[in-house]
């Protein structure tokens, strides 16, 4: 039975490393951009609905109407005034550019909030900790259930909206090639605009659920952004239903590492992470041409 | 007035000055011929006025209006429409995805989904494959067909010919020929002097980035456009003044 708990619990947990993988595989996937502050970002999301839940009683979900469009509008910014600038300047500026927003993100927040642990947990009931029992001793936490159900929804409808809309075309469109875009009428820059502005907003939610599921403070940006960067290149990056892939097989591998010792749940995820890396770098010809495919963003 | 009118555009690939002084005019309905060997500008000429290279000096203007220094993206809006070479398709995109693409502008016009199909009917059978699957004739007609699409006043094409099998550049021409006649305004790039000749009325001949010889296609014989081509008349001007 502890068999098939960690088998649950570790495809849940997928779900919330898909949800913060998938603006990091999407910023990558359309703007070649790695984005080093996408940990650091999630905590600034996740700290604003804390602040609108404790300073102002509001529900965090009913935050969310507030947080999620302030968070694209940051995206917005953030492309035009550093990412689309520190990008024209060669492929590892933007590298250097995001790991300092990532810098002065943090210590902003230390600044503003202190170094104090914070959740979002006490704000909303006993969602945190609730469970179903499925029968034989066997029970799930509502939380994961309801993570990992957005999870779905998000990436669902990412897919759609760049499969079906002439804004998501563009948006394929100008990852495949930028500057033929421009020769058929599409505007690149405000399509990666929007790029960034969705890549933020989906950055919004990951720190919600972040903050719902454990605790935060300034300085927790990188663990999730290393998550993220795992789920995403175990997963392939670029590829949206690859995220969730790469989500739960990271959910999975680290669950089945704490069942083993107490120190397993990160180990046993670098591990697989590593294990999938070296795999594509020794098995060459056809995982890698998978890998480059969806690489280029391929985002089928 | 002309549609599109160029004065004395000159354009730098960094240090090496790819365009020179370049001055002509295109008028509605007109078909131009733009022929000289490679390297010689042509390429640079085409993607300068589409917006994709930046002159260094002069002046595009379309229907009176400066488009100089206007993004390539309001371009096409205004009526300019580029295939590039090597043609350029979304590769991880089907045909028809490539044509809904070139609707971002918004520009009003006749063109269709289905009128491109009915235009180059080899793509009809292929409407959902992706683009990276199609053989060299049906991409070129992808890649017109996706051009056309944004309902351009002027359509630039660049050697649509090349990398094709006799066949298929004869099939591609054949559509080309039907949009010539139903008054498109084109100026094409082209290597092969007898099929330029057969489809443009006006013919220009680039020279290290200057257009050397310039008139209409029945009355410009072969041997002139030949020694416009390898420089000679350059040659015999500077013997006779040695």
């Not at chain 1, 902003?108 to 704000?123: H, K, Q």
């Not at chain 2, 007035?1 to 730098?12: C, E, H």
């Not at chain 2, 693409?101 to 289905?114: L, N, P, V």
Request: proline share 3%; net charge neutral; charged share 15%.
């Amino acid at each position: 039975m502890s068999f098939l708990s960690a088998v649950i619990d570790g495809v849940l947990l997928g779900g919330y490393y898909a949800m913060i993988a998938c603006g990091l595989s999407f910023m990558f996937g359309v703007m070649r951009i790695i984005n080093l502050a996408h940990g650091s970002l999630a905590i600034v999301a996740a700290f604003a609905l804390w602040f609108i839940a404790d300073r102002l009683e509001y529900d965090p979900f009913l935050a969310l109407i507030v947080v999620l469009p302030g968070m694209g509008l940051l995206g917005w910014l953030l492309q035009r005034g550093i990412l689309e600038r520190s990008a024209r300047s060669g492929e590892l500026v933007p590298i250097l550019s995001t790991f300092g927003l990532a810098i002065v993100v943090e210590n902003a927040l230390f600044e503003c909030f202190g170094a104090d642990t914070r959740s979002l947990a006490p704000y909303v009931g006993s969602l945190s900790y609730d469970s179903f029992e499925l029968g034989g001793g066997l029970y799930i936490g509502e939380l994961a259930i309801l993570t990992f159900a957005v999870a779905i929804l998000l990436l669902g409808g990412l897919q759609l909206f760049l499969t079906y809309t002439p804004l998501g075309r563009q948006i394929r469109a100008t990852a495949e090639d930028p500057d033929t875009v421009e020769l058929v009428g599409v505007n690149s820059r405000f399509v990666n605009a929007v790029a960034a502005l969705i890549a933020l907003v989906t950055v919004a939610l990951a720190g919600l659920f972040l903050g719902l599921r454990s605790s935060f403070d300034p300085y927790s940006g990188s663990l999730q952004l290393i998550f993220a960067f795992e789920a995403a290149v175990i997963g392939g990056t670029g590829s949206l239903w690859g995220t969730l892939r790469g989500g739960i097989v990271l959910g999975v591998a680290q669950t089945f590492g704490a069942h083993l010792h107490p120190q397993g749940f990160l180990l046993a995820g670098h591990a697989v992470f590593l294990l999938v890396l070296v795999g594509r770098l020794y098995v060459p010809a056809q995982l890698l041409r998978v890998f480059l495919k969806s690489a280029v963003g391929s985002f089928r | 007035m002309s549609l599109l009118s160029i004065s004395a555009l000159d354009i730098r690939h960094g240090l090496l000055q790819a365009v020179r002084e370049v001055s002509f005019h295109v008028d509605q309905g007109e078909t131009i011929a733009l022929i000289g060997a490679n390297g010689a500008g042509k390429t640079t000429l085409l993607r300068a006025i589409a917006g994709a290279h930046r002159a260094t000096r002069g002046q595009i203007l379309l229907d009176g209006l400066d488009l100089t220094s206007m993004p390539t993206y309001q371009r096409v809006a205004m009526g300019i429409a580029l295939v590039p070479e090597g043609r350029r398709l979304f590769a991880a995109m089907t045909v028809e995805e490539n044509l809904q693409i070139a609707r971002a502008s918004g520009r009003k016009g006749e063109w269709t989904i289905d009128r491109v199909m009915e235009t180059f009917p080899m793509l009809k059978p292929r409407r959902k494959a992706l683009c990276g699957t199609l053989s060299g004739g049906e991409q070129q007609a992808t890649a017109i067909g996706r051009a056309l699409m944004t309902n351009p006043r002027l359509l630039l094409l660049d050697e649509v010919s090349l990398g094709l099998s006799p066949l298929a550049v004869d099939l591609v021409y054949k559509s080309v020929d039907s949009l010539i006649v139903s008054g498109a305004t084109i100026l094409l790039v082209e290597q092969d002097l007898k099929r330029a000749l057969k489809v443009s009325n006006r013919v220009m001949c680039m020279l290290e980035g200057r257009i050397v010889v310039e008139g209409s296609a029945k009355t410009l014989t072969r041997e002139q456009i030949t020694d416009a081509y390898f420089g000679h008349q350059k040659r015999r001007r500077a013997e006779a003044s040695s």
